[in-house]
């Protein structure tokens, strides 16, 4: 006998600031199990923590073989995001990242509710998300922070770590 389907939305009027974050790590050598594993009690513990402006977090496996672990946040708005990014650990974190993926690959992209989409891919080995079907470009310069790939309007638009720790 068929079943009626339940249908809902939600009413996302409160939140009109509203951030989704997609992050994943993949592992592309051996030795990126370890550092993916070794991310778990991180941000479980950062989660825990309850960042302000943190409204959701999400954990997912993407793909077993070869291992692709990814998230999910919701956040109040791109300035709750961003402060918490320059906050540590995280800052910490992606600076220690961007010297040494330790074997895996990182990748985000960020989708706001009033329409502005940015992403990164840091030692991706494969196309994914955007990077699938859009020009790949250097994150460099302009395009080297989240708030300026976003065209955000943000109080705190400066990089998590700036370009020139990194490349000199």
């Not at 959701?56 to 402060?83: C, I, K, T």
């Not at 989240?146 to 400066?158: F, P, Y």
Request: glycine residues 8%; proline residues 7%.
């Amino acid at each position: 006998m068929p079943t009626r389907v339940e249908r809902r939305t939600v009413d996302l009027s409160r939140y009109p600031d509203l951030v989704v974050v997609y992050l994943g790590m993949r592992v592309n050598r051996i030795t990126g199990l370890r550092t993916l594993i070794g991310f778990g009690p991180k941000i479980s513990n950062s989660v825990a923590a309850q960042p302000d402006g943190l409204l959701r977090h999400e954990n997912f496996v993407f793909s077993l073989f070869p291992m692709h672990a990814g998230m999910r946040q919701y956040w109040r708005d791109m300035d709750s995001l961003l402060r918490w990014t320059r906050s540590d650990p995280h800052r910490l974190w992606w600076k220690n990242f961007l010297r040494d993926s330790g074997g895996t690959g990182f990748w985000h992209e960020t989708y706001t509710i009033r329409g502005g989409m940015e992403a990164i891919y840091d030692d991706v080995a494969v196309p994914l998300g955007f990077s699938a079907f859009a020009p790949v470009v250097p994150a460099r310069g302009a395009m080297f922070g989240a708030a300026h790939r976003a065209a955000a309007q943000a109080a705190q638009s400066d990089p998590v770590v700036p370009e020139s720790e990194l490349y000199g």
